[in-house]
């Protein structure tokens, strides 16, 4: 096995308090570190009295950096790898290398540290046996509109990163986009484990009401409740009527769509069919996109 190692360094996300002594002793062991900024990560360093070479590591460099690194890596070197805040490879730089260091035989090993929406996520006070982490939701377009369908679809906690120039438009977005959706619990952290971090929590409808009125500052983390499925998703459906059986699935979270494509599966039928008796569900009663 080679001597080279290629570390994966958590550093905190607001509060020098969360620094661990493994992640110190690796940034004064290994011969080089790679950082997302070198600026922030010197202040970092010089905070902890620490002397290191420092070496820039992000996305606009990331490819052609990594050439470098990885024949550093071979040639025997130990590098630490550190973004500005967090785990590197969580919507931060990192998976590149580590996808290049793996296929080159060198081993990678992660020293823990902070997460923002791991930290957000404990405290929403949501279900969090299982959920899903999207990173930050597309701006707009196509990609936007797919990010809501599919988070409505869920029935696990979907937790993602947003802009705070943006919040006030996404809470909006949620809940507008069905009424289940505006309904769901949900929490918003602002600033976690800074000083002036803040959580906000209630339904998507109470909280896209309370932030309209706030100014909103600082890294936002949004967790939101997963629905509740029915349970003539997969079975029991057979003595209702094709209206009555989309009407619960649209009750349950789905868009009109979406349960279309699900009962027609289910039955057996053409979409065209379904859709048919899909006609009779007034747009003001079940209030979803018209996206058919």
Not at 147 to 169: D, M, N, Q
Not at 209 to 225: C, R
Not at 243 to 254: E, F, R, T, V, Y
Request: with cysteine; glycine share 6%; proline share 3%.
């Amino acid at each position: 096995m080679q001597s080279s190692k290629l570390f994966l360094c958590g550093t905190p996300i607001g509060n020098l308090g969360d620094v661990s002594q493994r992640l110190l002793s690796t940034l004064k062991e290994v011969d080089l570190i790679a950082c997302e900024d070198t600026r922030r990560t010197q202040k970092l360093l010089n905070y902890f009295s620490i002397k290191q070479r420092l070496i820039s590591y992000h996305e606009h460099n990331e490819k052609k950096r990594t050439e470098e690194l990885l024949a550093k890596l071979t040639a025997g070197a130990s590098i630490a790898l550190v973004s500005d805040a967090g785990m590197p490879g969580i919507s931060d730089p990192g998976q590149i290398l580590v996808t290049a260091a793996l296929q080159a035989g060198i081993e990678v090993i992660p020293i823990p540290g902070p997460s923002a929406f791991l930290a957000a996520l404990v405290v929403s006070g949501l279900d969090i046996s299982s959920f899903s982490f999207q990173a930050f939701i597309p701006r707009s377009g196509k990609e936007r509109t797919q990010f809501l369908e599919k988070l409505a679809l869920r029935t696990e906690t979907t937790v993602f990163y947003e802009s705070p120039y943006r919040l006030k438009e996404t809470l909006i977005d949620l809940k507008e986009f069905s009424p289940e959706l505006a309904a769901r619990k949900a929490m918003i952290a602002r600033e976690i484990t800074k000083l002036h971090e803040e959580k906000y929590y209630g339904t998507i409808a109470e909280l896209a009401a309370e932030i309209a009125q706030l100014e909103i500052k600082g890294e936002i983390v949004i967790a939101v409740a997963g629905r509740q499925a029915s349970e003539f998703e997969k079975e029991g459906w057979e003595d209702l009527t094709i209206l009555d059986h989309l009407q619960l699935l649209i009750a349950s979270g789905m868009t009109k769509k979406q349960a279309i494509k699900k009962v027609a599966s289910l039955r057996d039928l053409p979409k065209s069919k379904v859709y048919k008796e899909a006609i009779a569900i007034k747009a003001d009663q079940a209030k979803f996109r018209k996206d058919d």
